[in-house]
């Protein structure tokens, strides 16, 4: 058995659920907001699956990958199937005495076109959309309280199977790393640091130490399957964006991160087409004297927005996990017969064109 303590800070502000999340609720004395172990652990195994998948190149093809990847899963994490399986580590976090706030966050306007109008909007609101409501005479109002950033709490990570240790340390290093927690964590809420990454990740040896100095040598690692993934996962096509400069807050980082990632957005396209943009994220919003209708009712962007601890201050990236964007159907969200492989060619087309606009800004460099 391994027992490992984390100290945890949070760098970006952070939305979570939970019942109750209200601010009425919060007013009442209740909790407005809920940091669990659980959620902590869900994350760390999306991330697990994302880079485990790339591994597994001996697999003939991506149905025995997947059938395979279920098997180590279920072993790593449980499973509750069948005669069910123990989960090989257990995670405890200690966020009683983190601070939550529904202040408005520091202001960076960017201009918007909406309904024929070209408006001011702060560009944390417009990352954090859905997280609050317009209130006449007021502005925009959280509807949920959100954990304040620059606070540090305690995990406490116990492996008990020690075969199962790399895969677990791996994927807490790739969720601390690259993730986030809460909502619109992929727009860089609810960033984190391992303050003491030397201790916690020690156990994995030197050569992984050694890589922590910059996290592009342990995505080398995983860049080897020369195919694309079925779901958000590592392989050859990984493709990671970070800021040139330092920046002295985390709100600046985050702003300029925003800007760049919606100038991308806009540049694909012409004004009020989304042909492209739908595969970037969708739903979309598009005016309602529009007719466009996106493929799909939901498909997660393969973008994650990250703000980072440095040196001089707060650095950023935005890394690109590419997939299929339909695997195993052939027809859109109203039932439309479709090309799954055209589908699949235009998503990609579409990526590659929104990287060659972040490329192409002067405040990312292009590091794999």
Same mark, same amino acid.
């Given at each position: ?34 940091? /669990? ?7 760390? /195994? ?5 880079? !485990? ?16 990847? /279920? ?26 005495? &983190? ?9 960076? !306007?960017? +201009? ?21 409501? @317009? ?5 925009? !109002? ?84 020369? +195919? ?36 991308? /957005? ?12 739908? @595969? ?25 927005? !990250? ?15 590419? *997939?299929?964007?339909?695997?195993? *159907? ?37 590091? &794999?």
């Amino acid at each position: 058995m391994t027992l490992i303590n984390c100290e945890i800070e949070i760098l970006t502000p952070m939305f979570l659920g939970g019942a109750p999340q209200t601010l009425a609720d919060s007013e009442r004395g209740k909790p407005a907001c809920e940091l /669990r172990a659980q959620s902590i652990k869900g994350l760390m /195994r999306f991330w697990w699956r994302a880079y !485990k998948y790339g591994q597994l190149v001996e697999c003939p093809d991506a149905e025995s990958r997947l059938s395979e990847l /279920r098997k180590v899963e279920n072993k790593i994490f449980g499973s509750v199937s069948g005669n069910g399986n123990k989960s090989s580590f257990a995670i405890s976090v200690s966020p009683k005495t &983190l601070s939550t706030s529904a202040q408005s966050l520091p202001s960076h !306007k960017v +201009e918007v076109d909406t309904k024929g109008k070209t408006v001011f909007v702060n560009i944390l609101e417009y990352l954090c959309y859905g997280t609050y409501v @317009y209130v006449k005479g007021q502005g925009n !109002k959280f509807i949920r309280e959100y954990i304040k950033e620059n606070q540090v709490f305690p995990m406490k990570l116990r492996i008990d199977d020690e075969n199962c240790k790399e895969d677990v340390l791996t994927a807490l290093y790739f969720f601390s790393e690259f993730g986030g927690i809460g909502s619109r964590s992929r727009n860089g809420f609810g960033s984190l640091n391992i303050r003491n990454k030397t201790e916690v990740f020690s156990p994995l040896g030197k050569d992984f130490m050694k890589a922590l100095v910059s996290n592009t040598g342990l995505l080398k690692r995983f860049k080897i399957l020369r +195919e694309i993934p079925p779901f958000t996962a590592f392989s050859h096509r990984i493709r990671l964006f970070r800021t040139v400069q330092p920046y002295k807050s985390w709100d600046l980082c985050l702003a300029d991160l925003g800007k760049i990632y919606k100038k991308s /957005r806009e540049a694909l396209e012409p004004r009020h087409h989304y042909d492209k943009r739908q @595969y970037i994220g969708a739903p979309l919003d598009p005016p309602k004297d529009t007719s466009f209708k996106s493929l799909l009712d939901r498909h997660s962007k393969p973008y994650f927005i !990250k703000v980072a601890k440095s040196e001089g201050g707060y650095s950023g990236c935005i890394l690109f996990l590419p *997939s299929l964007y339909i695997y195993n *159907s052939d027809t859109d969200r109203t039932g439309k017969q479709l090309s799954r492989e055209t589908t699949n060619i235009q998503f990609q087309n579409a990526c590659d064109e929104f990287n060659r606009l972040l490329s192409a800004d002067h405040r990312l460099e292009a590091v &794999l």
